[in-house]
Each structure stands twice: as C-alpha cells, then as structure tokens.
C-alpha cells in the first residue's frame, strides 16, 4: 500500500483552503464512500478479465464469483479506501503506520480468502481437480488434501501477518519446526498409520465388502479407517488390523478374480491298461469341454507320471466362476463325472498301500496261511499288505 508516495505531496501543493483539516476530511470521506460503491464494478471487471483468460469455461460462473472473488475484493476495495484516505487526512505518524499496516494486513487476508476459495473449489470432487490441474487423487483421501492445504494457507498467512505488524517470525518459525519434530516423534505409529491409509485408499488394493487373506488374517473387509482396518473372519470374529501392518503385508484379493481353477490329480491303479488310460483321458477331456462354466482353452487332462502306487492323471482346468459359492458347486459336479467316467471304464482310484514281502519268519512264529498262532507284533505273511 505504498503505492502512492507522491499523495501527501501533492495535497500539499494544493490551494490553502483545499488544505483545512474540514477539508481533508470530507475528501478522505468521499474518496473511502467513491472507492467502496465502486467494488461491484471492480469484482464485475474481474469476472471479465477471467472469462477473457478463459479461467472460468471449466466453472460455474456464479459459484466462482461468490466465492472466490467477492470477499476478496471487498476486502481489498476496503485497504485501498482506507490507505488513500488516510493519505489525505496526514495523521500523525503512529496513525499513520498503525493504518498502513492495518490495511497491508487487510490486502494479506484477502489473498488468503481468494487462494482460501480456489483450494475449495478445486477440490470440490476428484473429477473437477484432474479436470483442472491433472492431477489424480482418490475421492477418501480429498477431505485430507483440503484440510493440509487450508492448515498450510492459514499458517503462512497468519506469519506474514504477524510480520507485517513488525513482529520477529523467524523464532517462530524455528520453534513451530522443534514442535512439528517433538510431536511427530511423539505420534509416530499414528502419522504411519495415516499413511497407511492413504496408500491403502490410493492403491486400492481392496475395498470394503471384498475377501481378502494377508499373513496375519483371512476374511471379509467391513472397514476401512484412519487408523485401522477392521476384516470378519470365516468364524466371524473381527480382527482389527492397523493401517501401516496393513499396508506393509502382501494381500490376496480373492474377490478380485476374473476366474478359478481346478487343479488335481487322479491315482489309477497300476492294473489298468494303456486302452483303458487313452479312454479314460479322452472322456474327461470330453467332459469339461461340454461344461458351460469350464474355458476349453485351459483344459489339460494328461498321463504324467508312474507313481510309487499309482499312474498319475494331471486334470486341469480354468473355471468362469469368481464367486466362491458357484465354483464349489461346478467343482462338485465336475468331480461326480469323474467318479463316473472311472467306474464306467472299469478302472478303480489307488491309495497308498505297501507290500512287505518276508522271506524267513524267526522262530516260534507261524505264518497266518498255516492257521497257526501270531506272534510278535509284525503280523504279516508272506505277501501281505500293509495298507497305509
């Protein structure tokens, strides 16, 4: 507001009864009432000059008016009334500095109100912040942004004001430093907590409703906080999680697949033939691929391997079906055809199972065949199974 050195100047080379302290006073009073009834234009020039800059195409235009330049203005239309009249009336110098840094504080606010005003605005919904400025931030975490924003504006208004007023700020600055550094150490766990959050909400990596397993609990996520996540699990107790252990664990979204697989492998005994494996391959192959739910493109139905007791029959199969509930029941249905396709050939599933073959039994021990008494805790003849 010292924009104007030449003023007092100039009022003093005016004719002497423009100089009478009446005078100076009725001039300081129209000027202060010309420059106030004057801010209606001054806030409709500014509308102009935006919409000139093409600010305003992608907001409302009243909103914006409302409420980022009308306060504002005033505001300012109220130090400009203010310095130039007091110019006029040339008061005594504490006046004089006392109004100076009264209004210089006024024009502070008022770019307060207006950067006050656009943070609003901006953040207003996520779509309206990237349509403005391109940047991409989650509809959770816009609260948070607003507020650290609006905490920020207010903090470095609030030290030039008090600068403006001839106060030292660098102590204070210095001292708020230590205080943010004793209080973050202080509130360590909830400041990572809170980031915590933030990454959960920007990265998404689950959502409210859906089934997930981390290494510390399994189950369905019924909130999401600032400080913890809380998931019922399949014994329907709840587990709170906080926010940063959340974060840091590897998570398995279960409710996240586009499809599930069936994977197993079925045991044939060893007294089935190569014709009977072939047809055995070939019908469950047919099987799945008339299933409606099954991707034929993943179907693997294949003789892989001469087992310990068994021949090895690796199924394979991607199943269309997210929900759990439905994929059970198809894998149900899948295994009974199975079980069919097996009885139907003739063939028999294998389980463990071991021969013990002995070749001279110790004294005193008659072999079961001879239907002589057991001894021992053995219990086997030659040839028998020890069925495992």
Not at 43 to 58: E, F, P
Not at 60 to 84: H, N, Q, S, W, Y
Request: net charge positive; charged share 20%; hydrophobic share 50%.
């Amino acid at each position: 507001m010292h924009c104007m050195p030449a003023l007092s100047s100039l009022i003093d080379q005016l004719p002497i009864v423009l100089r009478n302290d009446l005078v100076r006073v009725a001039l300081a009073i129209g000027a202060f009432a010309l420059i106030w009834l004057l801010r209606n234009l001054i806030i409709r020039i500014s509308r102009k000059l935006l919409q000139r800059l093409r600010v305003m195409n992608r907001l409302p235009v009243e909103v914006a008016v409302r409420d980022i330049l009308a306060r504002p203005v005033r505001i300012l239309t109220l130090a400009l009334a203010l310095d130039i009249s007091i110019r006029i009336l040339n008061p005594e110098s504490l006046v004089l500095q006392f109004v100076f840094r009264f209004t210089r504080s006024l024009v502070i606010i008022a770019l307060a109100l207006l950067i006050y005003g656009l943070i609003s605005v901006l953040t207003q919904s996520r779509a309206r912040l990237y349509s403005l400025t391109g940047v991409r931030v989650e509809d959770a975490l816009l609260p948070f942004v607003r507020t650290g924003l609006r905490l920020i504006l207010i903090s470095i208004g609030l030290i030039f004001v008090l600068h403006a007023w001839g106060y030292e700020v660098t102590g204070l600055i210095a001292g708020l430093g230590l205080g943010g550094l004793a209080v973050s150490l202080a509130a360590q766990e909830t400041i990572s907590n809170l980031f915590g959050f933030s990454m959960i909400v920007t990265d998404r990596p689950f959502v409210v409703g859906e089934f997930i397993k981390t290494p510390d609990v399994e189950g369905v996520v019924e909130r999401v906080g600032l400080r913890s996540t809380s998931v019922r699990q399949l014994d329907q107790a709840v587990v709170t999680i906080p926010n940063a252990r959340l974060a840091a664990a590897p998570i398995l979204n279960w409710s996240r697949l586009s499809k599930r697989w069936i994977n197993f492998t079925l045991r044939i005994n060893y007294g089935a033939t190569p014709d009977q494996i072939e047809l055995l391959l070939e019908r469950i192959r047919a099987m799945l691929y008339d299933r409606d739910a099954v991707d034929t493109s993943s179907v693997v139905v294949q003789f892989i391997d001469f087992g310990e007791n068994s021949l090895h029959i690796l199924v394979r199969a991607y199943v269309n079906l997210p929900n759990w509930l439905e994929f059970t029941q198809e894998r149900e249905r899948i295994n009974l055809a199975v079980m069919r396709i097996i009885d139907e050939i003739g063939l028999s599933i294998a389980y463990p199972s071991r021969s013990v073959y002995i070749e001279k039994l110790p004294a005193g021990i008659q072999p079961l065949s001879s239907g002589g008494p057991v001894a021992g805790a053995s219990g086997f003849g030659p040839g028998d199974h020890d069925q495992e």
